[in-house]
């Protein structure tokens, strides 16, 4: 069993930064790719951030340029590092493990965090 720790979130004004971290409980180079995930209040959840075991990496339209994704694999930890924060990025983020990049697009992986709360004001 995968147990992925988000920490990170906060209260932050516009045009802050924050960069949150998610460490696995086990090897995060045997557990395919990693994402993040957000949630707002009355959407759908959404895919944020995506990296795959060998650093390709994938970002929503609307946080290009703004959220970078990494992986520390001796750290066993994937960050996301949000720049230039908008209200509308206020949302749940959550971790994801086991992702998989296919020829079709990023598959959801079956494993995930608890969330943790982002909030950026105006």
């Known amino acids: 069993q995968v147990q992925l720790v988000e920490s990170g979130g906060g209260l932050v004004q516009a045009g802050g930064s924050l960069r949150l971290s998610c460490a696995a409980s086990?090897?995060?180079?045997?557990?395919?790719?990693m994402g993040w995930y957000r949630q707002a209040p009355g959407k759908q959840r959404e895919m944020v951030a995506a990296?795959?075991?060998?650093?390709?990496?994938n970002y929503a339209d609307s946080v290009k340029g703004r959220f970078t994704i990494s992986r520390d694999n001796a750290k066993n930890t994937v960050y996301l590092q949000m720049n230039s924060l908008k209200p509308g990025d206020t949302a749940v983020y959550y971790c994801?493990?086991?992702?998989?990049?296919?020829?079709?697009?990023?598959?959801?992986?079956?494993?995930w965090g608890q969330g943790t709360q982002v909030t950026v004001s105006s």
């Open positions: 994801n493990a086991g992702l998989m990049r296919l020829p079709t697009g990023w598959t959801t992986g079956e494993y």
């Open positions: 086990v090897s995060i180079f045997s557990i395919n790719g």
């Open positions: 990296i795959s075991t060998g650093g390709n990496t």
